[in-house]
Each structure stands twice: as C-alpha cells, then as structure tokens.
C-alpha cells in the first residue's frame, strides 16, 4: 500500500507542478490584454490631409480630413484614405501580434509577430521585414482576378446610395 501511496503523491506533485506552470504561462493575460484594449496608431497620408486612428484588432476608430483634403479630386481623396487606413490598420495589428508575443510567446512558442508580417505580405504583395534577421524576403507574388473567382478587391465595404 506504501508503494500506492508514493505514486498517488507523486502524481499529485507533477498535477501540482503542471498548475504553477499554467499559472506562470497566463499571468501575464490580464496585463496583456489591458494593452491590446489601450492599442491607438495613429497614420498620416504624406500629404498631411488625412489622418486615421486605428485600434485594437485593426478597428478604424477615427478618420479625419484637412480642407485641403476635401479640395481633392474624389478619386485621388479615396486613394490617399485607403492607403493611409491601410497604413494604420496594418500597425495596429502588428502592435497588437506584438503585445501577445511579448507576454505569451514563449510560454506557448508562439511567433506571433512573423505570422501577421507573412499574412500581410501576402495580401497586400509586399515584401516582410523579418525581426529576427532584418533581411527582406521577396513580395508574394499577387494574383490575379482571373486566379480566383472570388476576388472582391474592386468591391467596395460601402454600401452604394
């Protein structure tokens, strides 16, 4: 029976340890997502005419436009919008990949920051910065509507009026 009893206490000393390690791994989570709640980039068209604000998850939570913005022809004022939200949301998803690598990446062997900088390399068909090389990669090529039958890149979000 003793020989039952050490490996019941043994057992229960490794379930203990596995706990104090699941403690250590999800203690930062807390703090971790009070950053990502707190997240705002803050992205200027070189032009200084429009400003977006984006957040938490890439959410746009602001877009203002100068007068000079406004005095734009209507094509070249939706470029430089699309561009400079592009901008903003891209930072804030990159802060954001950031954040959970610093608190739980290596608890969990996540590279969180990479991946979002595949993805949108990827998608946007730019080339990714690599941190931990500070090399470029080639673009991904972009594909094109013929590829893909469901390419939406030229519909609008909006809806139309």
Partial sequence: MSADL?????EFERFQARIRQAEVNFGGVAEMQEQVARLEVVATSPDRTVRVVAGAGGAVTDIQLTPDAMRQA??????????????????????????????????????????????????????????????????????????????????SIFRKR
């Fill in 74 to 155: 209507a094509p070249a004022l939706a470029a430089t919008i699309m561009e400079t939200l592009r901008t903003a949301v891209a930072e804030a998803v990159r802060r954001q990949a950031s954040i959970v690598d610093e608190s739980v990446g290596a608890a969990f062997g996540l590279n969180t920051i990479n991946q979002v900088g595949q993805a949108q390399a990827e998608a946007l068909g730019t080339a990714t910065e690599e941190s931990s090389s500070h090399h470029r990669q080639p673009s991904a090529p972009r594909r094109s509507a013929s590829d893909d039958e469901d390419d939406y890149s030229q519909d």
């Fill in 6 to 10: 050490e490996r019941l206490a043994a």
